[in-house]
């Protein structure tokens, strides 16, 4: 082979390994950690076959999209438009449908920790609640700067005590452990490394979505850290609350402030939860609110999911991309309120049909 040759074939090697090595998931996240954040790049989905293409939930979860015509969608907007909310849902549980919806981008947004409500809904369909874990090496894959619940490595915890770290003090270690003992669970294999079982675990939040009718959603970690291959839209964060609206053994977190528990191998723990609407202290409590989820990175922002309870049903509230903290609790308030009005009125109109 002459020089020329060898020239052109180390190149396309050189080539070829660059983009191997691009891939998104958790080893490409190790290899990140400290850099400068990933390009936003949206990545080719992976096509299975039918056979495989199969969930619990057995069928994609429909929506009905928003009357942008209804009083209840004129109502939102016009309040949106002094809301420093990048993205606004306002979904009903009930008839499944969006009320109203507003976003940038094209639609596309960063869950941050959000990410968990999906998270430890897949994770709980492999896993008992009083299942005993081990934390091990998955937790060399929690980035610094990340929320903690303090799950030390070798420590013991029920499945429930994960879920619930995750949910008040959203903790990326517990969603970690979580996450590799699901994926050693799907795999059948308790001897893989924390690195492939919080992968496969990945791989299967992934499948599941491209199940449950997900629109624009790609998971590359279990936690919510930011990546460019790590990204949802409005249209399946309601679909995420759903679900997780529909586990008992989440529900039973969402609306807890603070909470003391003593892991199985010992270790005493205090959790507050970062939601401001479920905390009696603070001048964002709500008496109707269920907390679910806040999150936080610097691309995006804070955010938050919650649902507030009315006589039949839920409506869900999510704001998405604030620079600061607060706003989103309080912005919450006025938008479940508004449409609990909205709801009221409209009873009236249909037990009365001369009101109005």
Not at 66 to 83: E, G, H, L, Q, V
Request: glycine share 8%; charged share 20%; aromatic share 8%.
């Amino acid at each position: 082979m002459n020089i020329r040759h060898f020239s052109a074939v180390a190149a396309v090697l050189l080539i070829v390994s660059l983009l191997l090595s691009a891939q998104p998931g958790v080893h490409a996240q190790q290899l990140t950690e400290g850099n400068p954040l990933p390009t936003e790049s949206i990545a080719a989905p992976v096509i299975l076959s039918d056979t495989e293409e199969t969930a619990p939930e057995g069928r994609a979860l429909v929506l009905h999209m928003a009357d942008t015509a209804s009083p209840i969608y004129k109502i939102c907007d016009s309040m949106a438009r002094d809301m420093r909310a990048r993205h606004i849902l306002v979904f009903d549980t009930r008839t499944d449908t969006i009320l109203y919806s507003k976003s940038v981008e094209g639609g596309k947004l960063f869950p941050a920790s959000i990410t968990k409500l999906f998270s430890a809904y897949v994770a709980l369909q492999y896993l008992d609640p009083d299942a005993i874990i081990t934390a091990a090496d998955e937790l060399d894959l929690v980035h610094e700067g990340s929320s903690l619940a303090y799950v030390p490595v070798g420590s013991q915890v029920q499945v429930h005590m994960l879920v619930e770290g995750m949910m008040l003090p959203s903790g990326n270690d517990a969603a970690m452990v979580l996450a590799a003992a699901a994926g050693r669970a799907i795999a059948g294999d308790e001897t893989l490394s924390g690195v492939d079982a919080v992968q496969t675990f990945v791989d299967e939040m992934n499948r599941q979505a491209r199940v449950l009718g997900f629109e624009k959603s790609h998971f590359s970690n279990p936690d919510g850290w930011h990546s460019g291959s790590h990204y949802t839209c409005l249209n399946d964060l309601a679909r995420i609350a759903k679900l997780a609206l529909g586990s008992e053994t989440m529900r039973s977190y969402m609306c807890l402030q603070r909470d003391e528990t003593q892991y199985v191998s010992g270790e005493y723990v205090v959790w507050e939860n970062h939601n401001l609407l479920v905390n009696p202290e603070t001048a964002y409590y709500h008496a109707d609110a269920v907390g679910m989820k806040t999150g936080y990175t610097r691309p995006a922002g804070y955010s938050l999911m919650s649902a507030f309870t009315f006589e039949d049903g839920e409506i869900v509230v999510g704001l998405l991309g604030y620079t600061g903290k607060y706003d989103r609790f309080s912005d919450a308030i006025r938008l479940a309120q508004a449409c609990q009005e909205q709801f009221r009125l409209q009873e009236e109109v249909l037990v009365n049909p001369g009101v109005g």
